[in-house]
């Protein structure tokens, strides 16, 4: 029998929408699950924003403040969109509320934050899941299985890469995700995070690294009025970027492997350039995320002048078949949170963890954290 799970989203930037519509798809793509979710409560403190959410969207109701959605036992599930420096806060209040929580990377500010709400989502039993989407694509899926099965021999080493120009333009207005006390690290946290679980989920382990980092947009003008996204702002009064448009990281991995991690936020001419190469002892692997279904591998036995091969994932990797019948049928980023919201769901329904979890956010928030040490200290951090 398929039970109903009330759910509230708290925060409707670009990212609650995401995580919204999520909910309303994944019954069509997965028709076995064993909950469905009914959209209860939309939480967001902007005038007006949780209105049309709820006209939009079908939420029964509406809050302009979270601590609501904490205290109402109709709500079972809670995913937390808000600006970063509110994640540690509400993600604890949600887990000790007894609600399981699908949270946005970085959850928190630092690894201290990290670990307080997976502490507090152990602590209540509740489930708890984490925005590391990027793994949810079948092709990366496909990767991992052919590097597990040795197919590209030994790894040595991967290079992995998160360019963007959402911060390229000077006009770019200066929101909390350029302040340091509400954005945290800067594009570590908002791009290098999605790297740090890539390197894991395809390698393992990070025992030590050292970074670089930069910032190449000085100051910006602050905003007059509410913003949504990366919104532009001109005429307001000039202020600092307090935190990283650029990283730059040398990874040792425990299998002794090594990996070069670069992430910036104003690569004019880059629009989503993510994707990574892992070389191995017989051959290779790569992935871009623009080309979301397709990987470049080479193997075999030739060593030198050895050929590429592009190969189309298709209904036997991943979570692909829930969404196409055939290879080389494309899918697009919203797919990839569509099977965020299944593991989710799917690990409240079952008791068990599907996807990534709380553990692999604080293994995450230890590197970031390690990667500013480093970047101030000028040398190699290990990780603990």
């Known amino acids: 029998m398929v039970s109903t799970l009330g759910v509230a989203v ?131 899926a496909a990767a991992r299985e052919l590097i597990a099965a040795g197919e590209i021999g030994t790894v040595t080493h991967v290079r992995i890469r998160l360019f963007s120009d959402y911060a390229a333009h000077p006009e770019a207005a200066l929101t909390w995700r350029y302040e340091r ?82 992430a910036c936020r104003t690569s004019v001419g880059e629009q989503n350039n993510y994707g990574f190469e892992v070389h191995g002892t017989k051959g290779a692997v790569s992935w871009d995320f623009r080309r979301m279904g397709e990987l470049a591998v080479s193997r075999g036995t030739a060593y030198q002048d050895q050929s590429v091969s592009t190969v189309y994932v298709g209904p036997g990797h991943g979570e692909y078949a829930a969404f196409q019948p055939g290879s080389a049928n494309s899918m697009g980023y919203d797919d990839l949170k569509v099977i965020e919201a299944h593991h989710f769901l799917r690990s409240i329904d079952e008791g068990t963890a599907y996807g990534p979890t709380l553990d692999d956010a604080v293994h995450m928030a230890t590197a970031l954290d390690a990667m500013t040490r480093s970047a101030e200290r000028g040398s190699w951090v290990e990780l603990g």
Request: hydrophobic share 45%; charged share 20%; aromatic share 8%.
């Open 10 to 140: 708290v925060g409707f930037g670009w990212m609650g929408r995401v995580h919204t519509q999520a909910y309303a798809r994944v019954a069509h793509h997965f028709p076995r699950l064993g909950v469905r979710p009914e959209l209860v409560t939309v939480a967001e403190e902007v005038p007006g924003r949780a209105e049309e959410a709820a006209a939009q969207f079908g939420f029964a109701g509406t809050a302009r403040d979270w601590r609501e959605v904490a205290a109402d036992p109709r709500i079972q599930a809670v995913s937390i969109t808000a600006p970063n420096f509110l994640h540690r806060e509400i993600g604890v209040a949600m887990a000790e509320a007894g609600k399981h929580i699908w949270i946005e990377k970085p959850v928190g500010l630092t690894a201290d934050d990290t670990r307080a709400v997976a502490d507090a989502v152990a602590e209540a039993g509740v489930q708890g899941t984490v925005g590391f989407n990027y793994r949810n694509a079948p092709a990366v």
């Open 181 to 262: 006390e509400r954005g945290g690290s800067g594009v570590l946290g908002d791009l290098a995070s999605h790297g740090v679980d890539l390197a894991r989920f395809l390698l393992g382990d990070i025992t030590s690294l050292t970074a670089d980092t930069a910032v190449f947009v000085p100051e910006r003008a602050r905003p007059t009025g509410a913003t949504a996204g990366h919104s532009r702002a001109t005429g307001g009064e000039l202020g600092p970027v307090e935190n990283e448009d650029y990283v730059n990281c040398l990874l040792r991995f425990a299998s002794g492997a090594r990996g070069v991690l670069e």
